[in-house]
């Protein structure tokens, strides 16, 4: 059924729930979104990260903007795309299942 | 957009990477800000370049960085060889324009379909039958009475279209004083909406208008004449046009496009077929007839039995027709009647000029084709040297990885960039030259004009082949490459025969195509060359020749008195009266009968002529005298030797008589004049009888006149500089008699030779280009051969063998290549004359100065190309070859 593996599903879904709660945030920021919302429970991997961002731009789900920092360097924001919250909604509905299904198994093993 | 995103990320590849670079600074900045440590932030991203790598390759279309990444590397390869690839640029370019150039004037000639609807459904009919001569020949006229009996036969399966050719023609706007010439067509009225037209202004012709002589006279003429002859003024409709006496009123004004249906000429002026005079002659043929099939008609299965039934109808039509075999023999009326009916498509329209350059065009082509291949080679040579040159870095990247696939895409490309700069340079020599060639077909008073667009059609043809030709450069090159053993490649070198033998088959292919080239070229050069060698018998020189006409006709008094008045006229020497002049259009034919006799099968052509006809065209009198302004016709004739031939062999001719055909009056031959090729430089000498200007009839009352020709000798070499004042002298008499056509003797000697002009100057000037390709393809491998075995010749000039086996080594195979192709060539060339025979003018194959003049033009030129390599060869120092290895 998942495609990608629960890990990297679960970044993607994290990644677009957040854009769709707060538009045009950074990488960082991001990253730091899912620390503290998640109590430092869940952290995404710079490494991971970024890429993940890249494709889905090149997916068309999130669009990338540079902007103008107070430091003077410029920050690339993202924010969510139509297909993004479509994207959003098959990924949430998708997480419930497969967490009904893991929370299932653990209750009858 | 991601796929747009992904190939426009593709071409800006570095950029990328320092946007994404910048993002990741960005990123361990903002970290360090919220308290992280500097090095922490740094090393959670791994290895930075991993990381970044990742990052790129998902923002890219790799396969399409790498082709950039391709391109680039090729066109730095083609810039380093700047000499090299602007040659190879060039060669290609002349090639590929030439084949388009000729591929634009073969299609708009040939295969290009008429703007009108249905062109695929449209056919012309015509007769295939035994000629005078006994030669099959192809009659494609009927007669309007025949054409009308046809197209009530068919009516239900398909429609017949009359229409004429499209003769140059007097035709007056306002008084008879400005006289000018416009191309008109009489056609059937059905004609307009069979096809589909559209009047650009006005109306066009309705069946009402084409019911016979009583119809109202009325004319279309075509976009193109409204609008380079009136500047498409509006005020046109309504304006009378004069035609030989006739008036007609203009209605309308065709369609943009349609020039009507005789490709090579424009038509003018449109008129309805039943308003000549000739369409109620049941024996003239004098129109075309155009089948048009009905719209979803399967032409396989109907086009048959329509044929047989026209045919049928047709030849009962002329068997039943009283008035056209009048005083023919059964014989003859019995080779008349023989004939089969044939459909052929006509959908890019039918003309003279395709008939007179289909062959020519044909072999234009082949020529073009070759020069492009003997290019092709060349490049495609050089590319297999420089891959050669670059075995060791092919090896290499081989061994360390990279796909055999990548290297194939690296040769193609560097091959597409060439065939792409080359094909943009060879598109303007392309604009330029079919266009200049067209401007030397036919004569500049009557030039042949065709549509040449640059449309889908050419772009199509272009772009296939430029891809024909990446494939022919780049093909080998690119097998050879991909076929790199790296092993052997990085021990110190392959197979070094590997290469040069790929090379010698190419040498020997090169010198096949080049001595096919020049093996046609020669012939095609030698036909004019004898056509225009051809004794004359007549003088040609310092003769202004002034067409004349008289509408209603003048008596030959009248004539005579103009001649002298021109005679007297400054600057002129002397002047005489021709009915038409040597080497016109005009010709006309006899029967001959001797004594009473039925007419021989053999028919004479005839002249009428003036006296001092013969001392003005410098043809002399062999025996017997010229003739006297006393002498009329019917009564005296001079004629040519195969006249007397074929009428009175062995018996002396002076003082004989014969008829034109039965019960006609006698002439009596009062002179006998050498052969002269009389009407077409290319036709075989025939029976010629010449009668005096002054004609009379039964009554021996004087007939009138109403078309002829001064010839008039002048004094300067310019004879037309007279032409303006002589006109005024022969407008000023004021006795009906206009100028309707100004041309020199001259003039119709060059025409007669336009074709084979213009094909031997393009056939010398590809021999030309073909030779120099070929030598310098021969040079670049000798010399490249020369280089590669630098280590062999080395060695064995070391140890002692002489300067001869050396030059025997370096040049043995070569020559044996080029024996090879020059045989090859050959028998192809053998095969090619027979497709072109009919543009030859007494040249055959099998001459010896057409099989020589190519042999030793190609030997001159491979001896030219060796020099060199042998000399580097012979000059190769042991020491310093040794030395360096």
Request: overall charge positive; proline content about 6%; aromatic content about 8%.
């Amino acid at each position: 059924m998942a495609k990608t593996d629960a890990l990297q599903g679960s970044l993607d879904l994290l990644v677009l729930k957040i854009l769709s709660r707060r538009q045009r945030l950074h990488g960082y920021a991001i990253m730091a979104t899912i620390a503290d919302t998640s109590g430092e429970v869940l952290r995404a991997e710079e490494g991971s990260l970024y890429p993940a961002l890249y494709r889905m731009e090149e997916a068309g789900w999130i669009r990338a903007e540079w902007v103008k920092k107070d430091t003077g360097r410029r920050a690339r924001v993202y924010e969510l795309t139509a297909a993004g919250k479509k994207q959003l909604g098959a990924e949430e509905s998708r997480w419930q299942s497969v967490s009904l299904a893991i929370n299932r198994v653990l209750r009858e093993a | 957009m991601s796929f747009w995103s992904r190939i426009s990320n593709a071409v800006r590849g570095e950029r990328l990477n320092s946007e994404i670079e910048e993002e990741l600074q960005s990123h361990i900045d903002e970290a360090i800000a919220a308290g992280r440590d500097p090095n922490e932030a740094r090393r959670a991203f791994g290895s930075r370049l991993h990381t970044l790598e990742v990052s790129h390759s998902i923002r890219v279309s790799e396969w399409l960085e790498s082709v950039f990444a391709d391109v680039r590397f090729g066109w730095r390869q083609l810039w380093r060889n700047k000499v090299t690839t602007a040659a190879a640029v060039l060669s290609l370019a002349l090639g590929i324009g030439s084949c388009v150039a000729a591929f634009r004037l073969i299609d708009a000639l040939l295969w290009r379909p008429l703007p009108i609807s249905g062109a695929g459904r449209l056919y012309v009919l015509s007769r295939k039958l035994i000629g005078p001569e006994g030669r099959p020949m192809e009659d494609s006229y009927w007669s309007t009475p025949d054409f009308k009996v046809m197209r009530n036969a068919v009516k239900d399966r398909a429609d017949l279209v009359a229409i004429s050719d499209a003769d140059r023609t007097d035709i007056t706007w306002t008084t008879d004083d400005d006289m000018e010439k416009a191309h008109v067509v009489y056609v059937s009225a059905n004609m307009f909406p069979l096809f589909g037209l559209e009047p650009a202004l006005g109306r066009l012709l309705i069946s009402e208008d084409d019911q016979g002589p009583g119809s109202s006279p009325y004319a279309v003429i075509s976009w193109d004449y409204w609008n380079h002859r009136f500047g498409r003024d509006p005020k046109i409709i309504g304006r009378p046009l004069h035609i030989d006496g006739r008036t007609f009123e203009i209605i309308g004004v065709g369609p943009r496009d349609f020039t009507g249906t005789e490709t090579g000429t424009v038509t003018d002026i449109f008129l309805p077929l039943s308003l000549n005079s000739l369409a109620t002659q049941d024996g003239v043929s004098w129109q075309h007839t155009f089948l048009m099939l009905k719209p979803g008609v399967n032409p396989a299965t109907t086009l048959e039995p329509l044929r047989q039934h026209l045919s049928a109808v047709s030849h009962a039509f002329e068997a039943q027709c009283s008035t056209c075999f009048r005083g023919i023999p059964q014989a003859t009326i019995n080779r008349l009647l023989n004939k089969k009916l044939v459909v052929n498509p006509a959908g890019a329209g039918i003309s003279e000029l395709q008939k007179d350059y289909r062959r020519l065009l044909g072999a234009l082509g082949l020529l073009v084709a070759l020069v492009l291949l003997i290019a092709c080679v060349n490049v495609s040579n050089m590319m297999t040297a420089q891959a050669t040159a670059r075995a060791q870095e092919m090896a290499l990247r081989i061994s360390i990885g990279a796909g055999r696939s990548r290297l194939v895409r690296l040769i193609l490309i560097q091959s597409a960039l060439l065939a792409f700069l080359a094909s943009a340079l060879g598109a303007f020599f392309a604009a330029w030259s079919a266009p200049f060639v067209l401007s030397l077909v036919n004569s500049p008073e009557n030039p042949a004009r065709l549509a040449l667009p640059a449309d889908w059609r050419v772009l199509l043809f272009g772009f296939a082949l430029m891809i024909l030709v990446v494939l022919l450069l780049g093909l080998l090159p690119a097998l050879r490459a991909s076929a790199v053993r790296p092993v052997a490649a990085l021990k110190g070198g392959e197979d070094p025969h590997s290469p040069r033998r790929l090379m010698r088959g190419a040498i020997a292919i090169q010198v096949a195509f080049c001595v096919l080239v020049l093996f046609l070229s020669s012939m095609f050069v030698s036909s004019f060359k004898r056509l225009q060698d051809r004794p004359l018998g007549f003088s040609i020189n310092r003769l202004l020749l002034l067409e004349t006409v008289s509408g209603k006709g003048q008596l030959p008094i009248v004539w005579n008195q103009t001649a002298e008045v021109l005679r007297a006229a400054p600057g002129v020497n002397s002047v005489a009266i021709a009915g038409w002049p040597l080497l016109g259009r005009i010709q006309i034919n006899s029967d001959i009968s001797v004594v009473g006799a039925p007419p021989s099968p053999t028919p004479a052509y005839f002249r009428p002529v003036s006296p001092g006809f013969f001392s003005i065209m410098e043809i002399p009198i062999v025996s017997g005298r010229d003739f006297l302004p006393e002498d009329t016709s019917p009564g005296a004739a001079i004629v040519n030797e195969t006249f007397v031939n074929t009428y009175f062999p062995n018996q002396d001719p002076i003082g004989r008589t014969f008829e034109r055909g039965p019960n006609q009056p006698v002439n009596k031959i009062i002179g006998v004049t050498p052969d002269i090729p009389d009407h077409n430089l290319r036709e075989p000498l025939r029976p010629l009888f010449y009668v005096p200007f002054n004609e009379i009839d039964e009554k021996s009352a004087p007939k009138i006149v109403d078309l002829a020709t001064f010839i008039i000798h002048t004094e300067t070499p310019n004879s037309l500089a007279l032409a303006g004042t002589l006109r005024q002298v022969i407008a000023q008499r004021h006795n009906g008699l206009r100028v309707s056509n100004i041309t020199t003797e001259l003039d119709l000697y060059r025409d007669q030779t336009v074709r084979e002009r213009l094909i031997a100057m393009l056939a010398a000037f590809f021999a030309v280009v073909a030779l120099l390709l070929a030598g310098i393809g021969l040079y670049a491998v000798l010399n490249y051969s020369v280089l590669q075995r630098r280590r062999e010749i080395g060695i064995r000039m070391a140890i002692g063998s002489p300067r001869i086996n050396i030059v025997r080594i370096v040049t043995f195979d070569v020559f044996l290549m080029i024996a090879l192709g020059t045989c090859a060539g050959m028998v192809l060339g053998f095969g090619a004359a027979r497709y072109v025979a009919s543009l030859f003018y007494q040249v055959k194959a099998t001459d010896a100065e057409i099989i020589a003049i190519p042999a030793v033009a190609i030997l001159v030129t491979m001896l030219v190309a060796t020099f060199p390599a042998v000399l580097r060869a012979l000059q190769t120092d042991p020491t310093k070859i040794l030395r360096a290895e």
